[in-house]
Each structure stands twice: as C-alpha cells, then as structure tokens.
C-alpha cells in the first residue's frame, strides 16, 4: 500500500521528538547498544529469525525486491551489520560495487567472514555513521534496514542525503510504531517477550538482555510509517513512497530520491 497522506509533523516537532528520544536513549546507544552488538554476530540473523515468529526473512526479502539497481551502480549500506542486505544486492545484480558502513566490527568482521563464504566481495568501512567518510555525490543507491530506530536521524538522514547522487536512491526498512493504537498496544508486549525469549534460546549476555525494554520503548517512541515519510521530506527528500507491512505498518519500506 502506498502512503502519501500528509501528517502533523513539522520541523519543530521533528527537532522536539529527535530531543526527547536522545534524552530517553543516549545512554543506551552509548554504552549498551555497542556491547549487544558485540554479543550478536554469530547469531544476529538467526535471532531476528526467533524474534519474529520466521517474519524477519520476509521482511529482508520484501525490502530488497522493492530496490532498483543497474550495472556499475555504486552502493552503500548504513548500519550494515552482518552484511545480510550488501550480500543479497550483489547476487541480485552482480555487477555493482558494494560499500557497508557500521561501527560495530564485531559485526562487519561476521558480515566478511558471510560475504567470503558466499564469493562475494564488500568493501567494509567501520565507523560511526552519523558522520560518513564519503564526499558528496558518491553512490547511486543508499540503504538502511533494522537500525534506524538506534539512530538519531536529525543527525543521519542529512548525512545519507548529502553523499546520495543527485536521482540517487535511498531505501529504509525497519520496525516502525504502527499507525494504529490496537495494534500497538498488541505489538509492544509481544516485543517485549520475543525479545527476552531470544535472548534465553541464545544465552545471550547481560548487557542484551538488559536491553529487552529498550527495544520496546524505542518502537513506542519512535514514528508511524506516515511520519517517517514525512521526516525524509523535511530533511529533503524528494519522491517519497512507502509500502506498509500488514499489521498496521509494523514494518515500512520507503523509497525516496535526492532530486537531480
């Protein structure tokens, strides 16, 4: 379904809520969120698998068909984790040049080992992505799936704009707050539990663990498909489509351009 209904999200409102969730987060980003990401490489993508009920594969699947490449495009991948998205655009077209950026290495160092044994080839850049080590104008498509909720995107989105090539694409997926109050109010507890059953199947660390509300409070405080669509037009984002999951947008697929 495609979402181009305005909403009521303004810059200042924008500016407040990038506010209120730095001040609710940064201190989980800071310290926590780096030491889960070194607890998870191994098994990141086959927690996600258990997290979701089996959806995670189909969400990855539905995200990367809906992305358009050609020979010879440049691309990047933000957030790029265990490389999961760099590897599936290489075996859908083979003929491009893949750049990830994460700075977990723990988790690009998994994302290598996974791209050697599938023959493909990914240039691994580790560093902080809010500030990206590209000049302006460097890649034709940009993508960034299951992260945006840990980022502050008032800092990032600029970011991922200014190194997008003009008619460049950018594409999102993550989990998004569902548009509606049912489904979320359903969704946050079933969060809750996935997550804590995830991190016992695994024996996951304490500091994974003890983000299991995190991961709840950062979907109810994060924004609705329609207000992501409207974000990535402030920042200056032209064209934005998004596609919604069933259930309410519980996932959103977006795809907007940097204008020519």
């Known amino acids: 379904m495609e979402t181009s209904s305005s909403t009521s999200i303004t810059s200042g409102k924008f500016e407040q809520r990038e506010e209120k969730r730095r001040s609710l987060f940064s201190r989980t980003w800071r310290e926590f969120i780096p030491k889960v990401f070194e607890d998870v490489p191994q098994y990141y993508r086959s927690g996600n698998i258990v997290a979701s009920l089996g959806l995670w594969e189909l969400w990855v699947w539905q995200f990367v068909r809906t992305i358009d490449l050609r020979p010879g495009y440049q691309a990047l991948d933000v957030c790029a984790g265990t490389n999961d998205v760099g590897i599936r655009l290489l075996q859908k077209q083979a003929d491009i040049s893949v750049t990830a950026i994460d700075r977990s290495k723990e988790m690009q160092e998994e994302g290598q080992h996974r791209a050697a ?20 104008n460097s890649f034709d498509v940009i993508t960034l799936q299951a992260a945006s909720r840990h980022l502050q995107l008032d800092r990032v989105l600029p970011e991922i704009l200014r190194v ?90 977006h795809n907007s351009q940097k204008s020519g």
């Open 117 to 136: 044994k599938y023959h493909v080839k990914i240039k691994s850049v580790i560093q902080d992505v809010h500030t990206l080590p590209f000049p302006d």
């Open 164 to 253: 997008l090539k003009p008619g460049g694409h950018f594409y999102h997926c993550d989990m998004l707050k569902p548009s509606t109050r049912i489904v979320e109010w359903f969704y946050l507890r079933f969060l809750r539990v996935s997550v804590a059953l995830t991190a016992l199947v695994f024996g996951s660390t304490e500091a994974s663990r003890s983000c299991g509300e995190y991961f709840k409070d950062a979907i109810e405080n994060f924004y609705t498909p329609e207000e992501l669509s409207e974000v990535f037009r402030l920042i200056g984002f032209a064209n934005v489509r998004c596609r919604k999951s069933i259930w309410g947008g519980m996932v959103g697929f």
